[in-house]
Each structure stands twice: as structure tokens, then as C-alpha cells.
């Protein structure tokens, strides 16, 4: 090989350059030249942002992953908040819709309690408050149980009212509660008196055409009865005080074939809907007892002689 075309340069191992600590000396000081100018005037402002976007597709690509999970959690955590709030809420709607209706039947009992404590200030013979429990067993009849009984001196035959008018009669006694029939029971008669004309009658409970009705019997057919007529207690029985509201006419047939006319009533007590009641003692109880008659054994005094001298 001829010596002409051998490398003269000498071999890496023997090469003389910089020293490290030269370099460092270097680079430190164009460091901090660099950040100076920067600092101070900016210089390296627009190779900033040359290289922010060069590098944002890089940055945008690196990041997704991250962000699609992130939303993934976020979308089940708001679905489970979701979930969570609307569970609440129906819980607070169901329990302000009872505070409602809570409040509206405490206003409708206030009402009631007034009328009938309006209604016992009105009346003159002995009552006793009670509260209706529950209807009685039998469903072919209208009676109800009360929460007063022999305890509270309560009577057979005591009529029983609320704050809009006669619901009924008691009928059986019991030491803690009583039963009351109802004035719409079939076997249930109370004798009315018309306020318009001043005729008395009898009425009693009809259920054959519609449930909670009165029937006002043996009224001739050309009786002056009409709709809308007021029906109060006559208290010719000596159950019923006189005066009580009873029921309204609400029906009139009359037939040329028949004797009587049919005369249909609606009462005025919520006989289906009553809970506070107002218990009245039998008008015969309250009258006098008949005084004894005079004993046999005592004499009579004798009389005296017209004209004349014993």
C-alpha cells in the first residue's frame, strides 16, 4: 500500500481538545448570558413559541389518554351523584306532600272541632265529646264505634251528632266504647219536622237507591214537600233534642195510583266521614219522674155539713 494514502491524522485515543471544565465554563456562561437576554429583552420569545407549536400535536396526543380517563370517571361519579340527588329529592317531595296533606286535614278538623264546639255551646242538655274508631263488622248495616262506653256514662238511645247534623243513635253500650246506628241504617227511624211547612214525618235510612240516603215515609201524595227542604229533630220521640238538622229533601215522586208519596233525603252529618262526634243525653232522661200518688192509708179530711153545726 502506498504511503500516500495511510491517514495521517492522529488516532482519537491521542487527539487534544477542550477540557471538560472549559466546556462547562462555556456553556454555563451562554446559559446565563441566554437567560439574561431573555429576561431582560426577550430575544428567545419567538423561538418560544415556535417550539410550543411545533410541540402542542405531540403535547395534544399525549394527553387524551389521561383526559379519557379522567371523563370516564367523572361520567360514572356524576351519574351515581345523579342518581343520588334525584333519590333525595323524590324523598323530600313524598314527605313535604305529607306535611301538606297533614296540614290540610289538621285545618279541615280545626274547622270541625270549632263547628261542633260552636254547636255544643248551643245546646242545653248534657254531651260528651267522643271520637269515631272504626265502622262495625256487619256490612249489611250502618253503625259505627265510638271511644266512650259505660265508663263516661254514656246511655242507650243517646243521640249522637257532629258539627253539621244527627249522624245516628246509640244502640248498644259496652264498658269502653259504644256502637252507634247510623241514621241512614234501614232499621233506623227518626221523626223530622219540615221547617218550611212545620209537618212532621219519619224518616228512615234507604240504601235500595243510593248508599247514605233517608227516605221521608207516609207523606200524602199532595203533602206540600219540595226539594231543598230542611228536615231538624221534631223531638216528639224524647230521644232527640228538637231543632237538630237532620237532612235535606232532595227528591219528590209522586204517582196518581199511590197513596203516598216517595220522598228521597240527603243528611246533613257526615254519617260516612265523621270522626269527632258530640254524644247527647236522651231528652227522657232529663224529664222529672212522675210523682208518687198519694198513700191510701192516710185519711181524707171529712166535710163539713152546709148550714149546720157539726
Known amino acids: 500500500m502506498p504511503l500516500g494514502t495511510l491517514d495521517r491524522d492522529p488516532p482519537p485515543f491521542f487527539r487534544q481538545g477542550p477540557s471538560a471544565l472549559s466546556k462547562l465554563a462555556v456553556c454555563s456562561a451562554l446559559a446565563l448570558l441566554l ?65 301538606a296533606n297533614q296540614v290540610e286535614e289538621l285545618e279541615l278538623e280545626n274547622q270541625r272541632l270549632r263547628k261542633l264546639l260552636d254547636l255544643s255551646q248551643r245546646i242545653t242538655t248534657g254531651l260528651r265529646a267522643a271520637q269515631v274508631l272504626y265502622d262495625a263488622a256487619d256490612p249489611y248495616t250502618r253503625k259505627v264505634i265510638i271511644d266512650k262506653g259505660l265508663l263516661q256514662r254514656v246511655q242507650v238511645g243517646s243521640p249522637v251528632l257532629d258539627e253539621t247534623g244527627v249522624i245516628g243513635q246509640v244502640t248498644r253500650v259496652y264498658p269502653l266504647v259504644s256502637e252507634v246506628t247510623l241514621i241512614t241504617d234501614r232499621d233506623h227511624a227518626i221523626p223530622v219536622l219540615n221547617v218550611r ?14 248508599a247514605d240516603a233517608l227516605e221521608l215515609r207516609y207523606m200524602a201524595a199532595n ?57 247527647l243525653d236522651p231528652v227522657g232522661s232529663q224529664i222529672p219522674e212522675r210523682p208518687e200518688p198519694a198513700s191510701a192509708s192516710q185519711p181524707t179530711p171529712a166535710a163539713k155539713p152546709k148550714g149546720g153545726r157539726p
Open 223 to 279: 203533602a206540600d214537600v219540595a226539594v231543598g227542604d230542611l228536615l231538624t229533630s221534631s223531638g216528639v220521640d224524647g230521644v232527640y233534642p228538637p231543632g237538630l238538622p237532620v237532612a235535606r229533601v232532595e227528591k219528590v215522586e209522586r204517582k196518581v195510583d199511590a197513596v203516598f208519596a216517595r220522598i228521597y233525603c240527603v243528611p246533613l252529618g257526615l254519617v260516612s266521614g265523621a270522626t269527632h262526634v258530640v254524644v
Open 35 to 99: 437567560m439574561v437576554a431573555d429576561a431582560r429583552f426577550k430575544v428567545l420569545q419567538p423561538a418560544r413559541i415556535a417550539l410550543a407549536g411545533a410541540l402542542y400535536p405531540l403535547q395534544w396526543l399525549a394527553i387524551q389518554p389521561v383526559q379519557w380517563a379522567d371523563r370516564a370517571g367523572n361520567y360514572g361519579s356524576t351519574i351515581a351523584t345523579a342518581e343520588t340527588a334525584q333519590e333525595e329529592s323524590r324523598r323530600k317531595l313524598s314527605m313535604q306532600s305529607l306535611r
Open 197 to 210: 211547612t212545620g209537618a212532621r214525618g219519619v224518616a228512615f235510612g234507604e240504601n235500595s237507591t243510593r
